[in-house]
C-alpha cells in the first residue's frame, strides 16, 4: 500500500475551499467572521489566537467565543498573552479545553479560578522563548488567527511598530500546513511597508474598530516613591557602576522606572554616562525618554510597541530599529534572544523570593504567568562572547583563578521588603509551590531560579550571593536584606555582620549614599506631563495617565 505524505496539506485546503464560501478571494466578510470560523476549524484543534502582551486579535476573539460549543470544543489555546475575558469565555463556553501560555497578568486571578474549577487543563505555564519554540516542536498551531495594522488584498501584512508576536505564530502554522487568518485595522492599495507575504496568509479581515493595545509599560513618574529612589541609587552605584554594565534589560515596575529617571541626575553626578547602560532590549519605556534626550542610550530594540510611543520613536531612528517607512520594527522573538544572550544584565521585580534566591509572581489566587522574565534572568550556558561585566560576574561567583572560569549573566532581584498591603516579598515557602500541590502540577511554576540570582536589592541594601560560598551564606545574605520581615527578623546577626564586613552585604551607607538624598528632585521627569514636554511634545501618553 503506497503511502500518503500530503495529508497536512489536503486538510488545509479543505480549511481554505470551506472557508472561502465566506470570503471574496483572501478578504472574509466580517459579518459572517464566526460562521467562517466554525467552517474552518475543527473540534480539538490547536489555535494560537494572537494575544500578545500589547496587542490582541480582539475582534477574532470576538467571534471565536460565537461559535457553536457542540461542533467547535475541547481547542487548545496555545498563545503567548492571556489578556482579554474573551480568551477565558472560551473555556467556560466549553469551546477550548486546554491551554499552554506565557503571561496573563490582567487575567491572573481569573486564571487561577478556572484551573481550580477545573474548566482549563493546563498544558505549561511557559516563557516566551520556550513557547515559540514548541510552535516549532510539538505545539505548532493548525490555525493561528493573528493580527496586524494593515492588509493588502493579496493578504501581504504591515504590522507596524506592534509586530511583537506575529511573524513567528505565521511562520510556525503557514509552513506546517496550518491555516493563517488575519484581523486587520485598514485593507488598502499599497502597504508603508510588507512585514509578513500575503502567500503566507490565507485570510483577512477587517475589525469595525481598531484592535487593542494594552500600554503595559508606562509608569507615571508621579508614583515614583522616595523608597524606590533610594533603592535606584543603589542599584546604580553597587551595580551597574561596579560591573560596567551597558547591555541590559529592565523589568517592568516602579523600581526600573525610578532608576531610569536618575540616571540623567544621580548617574551623571557619578560620572557614568557612556560607561553604562548603552544598549538595550526593551520595549519603549517613556521613562527613559530623558536618559535619551541626555545621550545616555545608544541603541535599544524593542520586543513591542507602548501606546504614544511611536512619534517619539520615529524621531529618533539612530536610538530605535525604525524602517524605511520611519515606523518601528519590533520582534519579540528577536528580542527576547537578545536579553538572554547579548545582554549582560537583566534587573526586575517579583512578588516572593525565598531563602534559596528562588522567584515567582503567581500565588494561590493568582496566575500571572512570566512572560520573558525567565529567559531575561537566565544565565545562558550557550553564550560564549566575553564582556567585562560577565567575566567578573563569573570570577566573583566561582572565586577561581584558572583559565577556565566561566562568565555570569547578572540577574538582579529589586524589591521592596513589604508589597501591597503589606504583603511580605520575603518568604519561607513559595506560594507557587503550595499552588502546584493543589493543582497537582509536575512542575512547580517558579519564575526565576535561584541559582540564577545574582544579587537582591531591597531598601535595606544589596545582597551580592555571587560571594556566597555556602547555602548557609546565601541564606543570610537574603535574611540580611529582608528588612522587618519575619524572614528578616530571624537573621543570624553575628553571621550577617560578617558577611557585610566581606562586601557580601552592603548597606547605603557602605555604598557613600545619603538615604535623606533619595528625594524626588532626582528625577528627571517627575509626571506625564515633564515626560511629553522632555520628548518635545512627540511623546502622546494614552488618556488615561493624562492628568492636565
Given at each position: 500500500?503506497?503511502?500518503?505524505?500530503?495529508?497536512?496539506?489536503?486538510?488545509?485546503?479543505?480549511?481554505?475551499?470551506?472557508?472561502?464560501?465566506?470570503?471574496?478571494?483572501?478578504?472574509?466578510?466580517?459579518?459572517?467572521?464566526?460562521?467562517?470560523?466554525?467552517?474552518?476549524?475543527?473540534?480539538?484543534?490547536?489555535?494560537?489566537?494572537?494575544?500578545?502582551?500589547?496587542?490582541?486579535?480582539?475582534?477574532?476573539a470576538r467571534a471565536l467565543t460565537r461559535v457553536d460549543p457542540s461542533v467547535i470544543n475541547h481547542l487548545h489555546i496555545v498563545q503567548s498573552g492571556i489578556v482579554l475575558p474573551e480568551h477565558l469565555d472560551l473555556f467556560e463556553l466549553g469551546i477550548a479545553k486546554k491551554l499552554d501560555f506565557s503571561y496573563s497578568s490582567p487575567q491572573g486571578a481569573a486564571v487561577a479560578r478556572l484551573l481550580n474549577k477545573g474548566n482549563v487543563e493546563l498544558g505549561a505555564i511557559h516563557t516566551y522563548i520556550e513557547l515559540f519554540g514548541r510552535y516549532y516542536m510539538d505545539l505548532t498551531p493548525h490555525v493561528a488567527l493573528v493580527v496586524a495594522r494593515q492588509a493588502d488584498r493579496q493578504g501581504n501584512l504591515y504590522t507596524g511598530p506592534n509586530?511583537?508576536?506575529?511573524?513567528?505564530?505565521?511562520?510556525?502554522?503557514?509552513?506546517?500546513?496550518?491555516?493563517?487568518?488575519?484581523?486587520?485595522?485598514?485593507?488598502v492599495d499599497h502597504l508603508p511597508r510588507v512585514d509578513i507575504q500575503g502567500d503566507q496568509v490565507d485570510f483577512i479581515v477587517q475589525s469595525p474598530k481598531p484592535f487593542y493595545i494594552e500600554p503595559l509599560f508606562t509608569r507615571d513618574p508621579a508614583n515614583v516613591t522616595e523608597t524606590q529612589i533610594l533603592m535606584a541609587m543603589m542599584a546604580i552605584k553597587g551595580i551597574y557602576a561596579e560591573y560596567g554594565v551597558k547591555r541590559l534589560n529592565h523589568g517592568i515596575g516602579f523600581s526600573t522606572a525610578a532608576?531610569?529617571?536618575?540616571?540623567?541626575?544621580?548617574?551623571?553626578?557619578?560620572?557614568?554616562?557612556?560607561?553604562?547602560?548603552?544598549?538595550?532590549?526593551?520595549?519603549?519605556?517613556?521613562?527613559?525618554?530623558?536618559?535619551?534626550?541626555?545621550?545616555?542610550?545608544?541603541?535599544?530594540?524593542?520586543?513591542?510597541?507602548?501606546?504614544?510611543?511611536?512619534?517619539?520613536?520615529?524621531?529618533?531612528?539612530?536610538i530605535y530599529f525604525i524602517g524605511h517607512d520611519g515606523s518601528l520594527r519590533s520582534n519579540r522573538l528577536m528580542c527576547q534572544t537578545a536579553g538572554l544572550y547579548a545582554c549582560d544584565m537583566f534587573i526586575g521585580s517579583t512578588l516572593q523570593i525565598d531563602l534559596a534566591g528562588n522567584s515567582?509572581?503567581?500565588?494561590?489566587?493568582?496566575?500571572?504567568?512570566?512572560?520573558?522574565?525567565?529567559?531575561?534572568?537566565?544565565?545562558?550556558?550557550?553564550?560564549?562572547?566575553?564582556?567585562?561585566?560577565?567575566?567578573?560576574?563569573?570570577?566573583?561567583?566561582?572565586?577561581?583563578?584558572?583559565?577556565?572560569?566561566?562568565?555570569?549573566?547578572?540577574?538582579?532581584?529589586?524589591?521592596?521588603?513589604?508589597?501591597?498591603?503589606?504583603?511580605?516579598?520575603?518568604?519561607?515557602?513559595?506560594?507557587?509551590?503550595?499552588?502546584?500541590?493543589?493543582?497537582?502540577?509536575?512542575?512547580?511554576?517558579?519564575?526565576?531560579?535561584?541559582?540564577?540570582?545574582?544579587?537582591?536589592?531591597?531598601?535595606?541594601?544589596?545582597?551580592?550571593?555571587?560571594?556566597?560560598?555556602?547555602?548557609?551564606?546565601?541564606?543570610?545574605?537574603?535574611?540580611?536584606?529582608?528588612?522587618?520581615?519575619?524572614?528578616?527578623?530571624?537573621?543570624?546577626?553575628?553571621?550577617?555582620?560578617?558577611?557585610?564586613?566581606?562586601?557580601?552585604?552592603?548597606?547605603?551607607?557602605?555604598?557613600?549614599?545619603?538615604?535623606?538624598e533619595a528625594t524626588r528632585q532626582l528625577l528627571a521627569a517627575r509626571s506625564i506631563q515633564d515626560l511629553v514636554a522632555c520628548s518635545g511634545g512627540l511623546y502622546e501618553p494614552p488618556s488615561k495617565f493624562r492628568n492636565w
Open positions: 500500500m503506497t503511502r500518503s505524505w500530503d495529508k497536512e496539506r489536503k486538510a488545509r485546503q479543505k480549511r481554505v475551499d470551506a472557508g472561502e464560501r465566506f470570503s471574496r478571494g483572501k478578504v472574509i466578510d466580517p459579518s459572517k467572521l464566526t460562521n467562517f470560523l466554525q467552517a474552518v476549524l475543527q473540534a480539538g484543534d490547536r489555535v494560537c489566537l494572537e494575544g500578545d502582551n500589547q496587542k490582541q486579535a480582539d475582534f477574532l509586530t511583537e508576536d506575529t511573524p513567528t505564530i505565521v511562520e510556525a502554522t503557514a509552513f506546517k500546513n496550518g491555516l493563517v487568518v488575519a484581523q486587520v485595522n485598514d485593507i532608576i531610569e529617571l536618575i540616571l540623567p541626575s544621580f548617574g551623571a553626578k557619578l560620572g557614568l554616562r557612556g560607561k553604562i547602560a548603552t544598549h538595550w532590549a526593551l520595549n519603549p519605556h517613556p521613562t527613559l525618554i530623558p536618559a535619551i534626550e541626555d545621550g545616555w542610550v545608544k541603541q535599544i530594540h524593542c520586543f513591542g510597541s507602548e501606546v504614544g510611543m511611536d512619534r517619539y520613536m520615529s524621531a529618533r531612528p539612530d515567582s509572581t503567581i500565588t494561590t489566587d493568582r496566575i500571572a504567568g512570566f512572560g520573558g522574565a525567565p529567559n531575561m534572568g537566565a544565565d545562558a550556558h550557550g553564550r560564549r562572547h566575553p564582556s567585562a561585566p560577565w567575566l567578573k560576574a563569573g570570577r566573583q561567583a566561582s572565586d577561581a583563578r584558572g583559565d577556565m572560569v566561566r562568565g555570569r549573566k547578572l540577574v538582579v532581584q529589586i524589591v521592596e521588603t513589604f508589597g501591597d498591603r503589606m504583603a511580605p516579598a520575603f518568604v519561607e515557602k513559595l506560594d507557587s509551590l503550595t499552588l502546584a500541590e493543589k493543582l497537582k502540577l509536575d512542575l512547580a511554576p517558579v519564575m526565576i531560579y535561584g541559582d540564577d540570582v545574582t544579587h537582591i536589592v531591597t531598601e535595606e541594601g544589596i545582597a551580592n550571593l555571587l560571594l556566597c560560598r555556602s547555602a548557609d551564606e546565601r541564606e543570610q545574605a537574603i535574611r540580611g536584606v529582608a528588612g522587618y520581615t519575619e524572614i528578616g527578623r530571624r537573621r543570624d546577626r553575628a553571621m550577617v555582620a560578617n558577611l557585610r564586613e566581606r562586601g557580601i552585604i552592603r548597606r547605603p551607607e557602605d555604598l557613600g549614599i545619603d538615604p535623606l
